[in-house]
C-alpha cells in the first residue's frame, strides 16, 4: 500500500514578506530566492544570522568501488568543512576537516547554486554550480577529490516551524549520475555512480534531533532511483523517493536500529509501506564537536541497502548504496 502525495511547485521566495517565511509544507523544486536578509539582522556577533541561522551544503557520492562525503558549514559564529573516503575494495578510511571561526563573512549568502568556498591551511573546499553540473573540488594533505554531479533531476523542498526560530528550511536531490576522481595518499583512482545533495538554510531549533538516509541504486528492473527519509525532524515533510525522472512525496519514515551498536542492521520504512529496506553498514565517520554553546554529535554510517519499494501498486526489488545518520545538535 502507499499513497501518492502531491507536491506543489515551490514557492519563489523564502520571504512571504511582513516578516513572515513562506507557507509550511513541502514543495517540487528549489526556492529562488532564498535570501534570509528578512531575519537576520546586521550580521554582528549577537545578531540572528551568527546565533541562528545555519546553513550547509553537503553532497554523497557512492559507487561500487569509493563512497565520498563532502561538505562545507556556516554554523554562524564558526564554519567547518569535512571531507572523507571510503575505498570498498581495500577497507580504506581516510577523512579530513577544519572548523574555522567565523570562516563565513557575515555577509556570506549561502545558496543552492552559489559559490562556496571553505580554506584553512593546505585544505580547501570549493563548490560550483555551472551549466547544469556541480563541480564539486577537495583538496587536503592525504586527499583530493573531484566530482562531477549532473544537475538535472528535479529536487524536493521542505518548509517547516522551527522552535522559537523562524523557519526551517531545506533542499533535497537524490541519485544524480556523477563521476568522480580521488586520491588517497597519492593513489588516483576513478568511478562513476551516483550522489545526494542537502542544501539547508535556516534557523533550527536550539536543540534538534535527527534520523536521516541517502540512497542510489537501482531496481530489479534496472531502473535508477533515489531517497532521503528523515525522522524526529521536519515532521517528515522531506521525505521522496527518486524513481526515473519521477520525483515521489513519502509520509513519515521510521528508523530501527540499535544506537548503542551503529553498525548494526538498521530497518527504515514509511508509515504507508512505500518504502521497506535494510541497511547493512560498511563503516562509518563519526564526530564529537564542542564549541563554546554548540554542540554535534554526529554518527554516520556508510554502506549498503536492499528491500522493497512500492508505487502505483508495483513492488520493485531494489540494491542501493548510501548513508545513514544520528545526529544531535544543541545550535
Known amino acids: 500500500m502507499s499513497a501518492e502525495?502531491?507536491?506543489?511547485?515551490?514557492?519563489?521566495?523564502?520571504?512571504?514578506?511582513?516578516?513572515?517565511?513562506?507557507?509550511?509544507?513541502?514543495?517540487?523544486?528549489?526556492?529562488?530566492d532564498v535570501s534570509t536578509r528578512a531575519w537576520d539582522g546586521n550580521g554582528g556577533l549577537f545578531s540572528r544570522r551568527r546565533r541562528q541561522r545555519k546553513g550547509w551544503l553537503y553532497f554523497g557520492a557512492f559507487s561500487e568501488r569509493y563512497m565520498v562525503g563532502l561538505a562545507t558549514v556556516d554554523a554562524g559564529v564558526v564554519a567547518n568543512g569535512f571531507c572523507y573516503i571510503y575505498d570498498r575494495e581495500s577497507g580504506l578510511l581516510v577523512e579530513e576537516g577544519v572548523t574555522v571561526p567565523f570562516g563565513f563573512a557575515k555577509d556570506f549568502a549561502p545558496s543552492v547554486d552559489g559559490r562556496w568556498n571553505l580554506k584553512s591551511g593546505s585544505r580547501r573546499w570549493r563548490i560550483n554550480h555551472i551549466d547544469g553540473e556541480w563541480q564539486v573540488e577537495f583538496q587536503g594533505k592525504r586527499l583530493e577529490v573531484a566530482l562531477e554531479?549532473?544537475?538535472?533531476?528535479?529536487?524536493?523542498?521542505?518548509?517547516?516551524?522551527?522552535?522559537?526560530?523562524?523557519?526551517?528550511?531545506?533542499?533535497?536531490?537524490?541519485?544524480?549520475?556523477?563521476?568522480?576522481?580521488?586520491?588517497?595518499?597519492?593513489?588516483?583512482?576513478?568511478?562513476?555512480?551516483?550522489?545526494?545533495?542537502?542544501?539547508?538554510?535556516?534557523?533550527?531549533?536550539?536543540?534538534?534531533?535527527?534520523?536521516?538516509?541517502?540512497?542510489?541504486?537501482?531496481?530489479?528492473?534496472?531502473?535508477?532511483?533515489?531517497?532521503?527519509?528523515?525522522?524526529?525532524?521536519?515532521?517528515?515533510?522531506?521525505?521522496?523517493?527518486?524513481?526515473?525522472?519521477?520525483?515521489?512525496?513519502?509520509?513519515?519514515?521510521?528508523?530501527?536500529?540499535?544506537?548503542?551498536?551503529?553498525?548494526?542492521?538498521?530497518?527504515?520504512?514509511?508509515?504507508?509501506?512505500?518504502?521497506?529496506?535494510?541497511?547493512?553498514?560498511?563503516?562509518?565517520?563519526?564526530?564529537?564537536?564542542?564549541?563554546?554553546?554548540?554542540?554535534?554529535?554526529?554518527?554516520?554510517?556508510?554502506?549498503?541497502f536492499s528491500g522493497v519499494i512500492r508505487h502505483r501498486g508495483v513492488e520493485h526489488q531494489v540494491t542501493a548504496l548510501g548513508v545513514v545518520e544520528e545526529h544531535d545538535a544543541t545550535w
Open 149 to 304: 554531479i549532473d544537475g538535472s533531476s528535479e529536487g524536493l523542498t521542505a518548509i517547516a516551524s522551527s522552535i522559537g526560530r523562524p523557519f526551517a528550511h531545506t533542499y533535497k536531490v537524490c541519485a544524480m549520475p556523477t563521476r568522480m576522481e580521488v586520491v588517497i595518499d597519492g593513489v588516483a583512482g576513478s568511478s562513476q555512480g551516483g550522489a545526494s545533495l542537502d542544501f539547508t538554510l535556516g534557523y533550527p531549533p536550539r536543540r534538534t534531533i535527527w534520523n536521516w538516509a541517502s540512497a542510489y541504486g537501482q531496481t530489479a528492473e534496472g531502473q535508477r532511483f533515489g531517497l532521503n527519509l528523515v525522522g524526529q525532524f521536519m515532521n517528515g515533510q522531506e521525505n521522496g523517493l527518486w524513481l526515473g525522472d519521477e520525483l515521489i512525496g513519502l509520509p513519515q519514515a521510521v528508523f530501527e536500529y540499535d544506537a548503542a551498536s551503529p553498525l548494526s542492521p538498521w530497518r527504515i520504512r514509511t508509515l504507508d509501506g512505500a518504502v521497506d529496506v535494510e541497511f547493512l553498514p560498511e563503516g562509518r565517520r563519526k564526530q564529537n564537536l564542542q564549541v563554546g554553546v554548540m554542540a554535534s554529535i554526529f554518527s554516520q554510517p556508510f554502506g549498503r
Open 5 to 32: 502525495i502531491e507536491l506543489p511547485v515551490a514557492p519563489a521566495s523564502l520571504d512571504a514578506g511582513g516578516g513572515q517565511p513562506a507557507p509550511f509544507g513541502t514543495y517540487r523544486g528549489a526556492v529562488a
